[in-house]
């Protein structure tokens, strides 16, 4: 006969990992204000499809890298031969893995406000996202720095999953007290007008546009206030040339 495991039980795993440390904004072992090439993470390899390569093909037929880059707003100081292997991944995709960190570490100035998206690899029922924006770093350059992190529990909309109902009141008093100005929305990803949603460090709601049926997510966002690197003059002086 199976045994199921007590609600109680499921929630402590589920919570466990999503900890608020004392001043800072934690999921796991991740938190805001990271830098995303100090983690310990190992990312999900992002596979690239034919459309992706036709995308490089057609977009530096008769061009350069760098122009292409500067078609997207996206400053990189480095050799031809690194911008042309991320490019799939910067441009198009917006998106990192290990390939793409290792790349960018051969670069020699970021000027650009450069925003990628990265998934941690590991085996477990929930997702955790992790978006890093380039931010000026003392001259160097330029610091990967976590900005956002989503979290995607195993728990559907109750109308799709009707049993996933009370452990989802459950995860929404439990994560309240965890991040105390964390909101609710229907749809995490929809338009929210109210000032006290848009400016809440902690989102819950669920996804309608996924690669599963209406996920729950927590989103963690960065709340401080850092100068564009465009704009900073702690940027990489080879950004004064760069454009």
């Not at 917006?94 to 960190?101: E, G, N, R």
């Not at 998206?117 to 996202?129: C, W």
């Not at 994560?175 to 749809?187: A, E, G, H, Q, S």
């Amino acid at each position: 006969m199976m045994m199921h495991k007590p609600l109680g039980f499921i929630l402590f795993l589920i919570l466990f990992s999503t900890q608020l440390a004392a001043e800072q904004l934690c999921v796991e072992d991740v938190c805001i204000g990271d830098d995303v090439e100090a983690l310990g993470s190992k990312w999900k390899p992002i596979k690239l499809t034919y459309y992706d390569e036709k995308f490089v093909e057609t977009e530096l037929a008769g061009r350069t890298a760098k122009d292409v880059y500067a078609d997207f707003y996206e400053v990189l100081v480095a050799d031809d031969s690194v911008l042309k292997t991320i490019l799939p991944y910067v441009i198009r995709k917006q998106q990192f893995d290990s390939t793409v960190l290792r790349e960018l570490s051969k670069v020699r100035a970021i000027c650009s406000s450069l925003t990628l998206t990265g998934e941690v690899e590991r085996e477990s029922s929930s997702r955790l996202f992790v978006t890093f924006r380039v931010t000026a770093d003392k001259g160097s350059r330029g610091k990967l720095r976590v900005v956002r992190l989503e979290k995607q529990f195993n728990i559907m909309s109750p109308h799709i999953r009707p049993r996933d109902a009370a452990m989802l009141n459950n995860v929404k008093k439990e994560l309240k007290n965890i991040f105390p100005d964390m909101k609710v929305v229907r749809d995490i990803d929809g338009r929210h007008d109210s000032i006290e949603v848009q400016t809440a460090s902690a989102l819950l709601g669920f996804r309608f546009i996924s690669d599963v049926s209406n996920p729950l997510i927590l989103r963690v966002t960065d709340p401080a206030e850092i100068p564009a690197i465009e704009d900073d003059p702690e940027a990489s002086p080879l950004c004064k040339t760069a454009s």
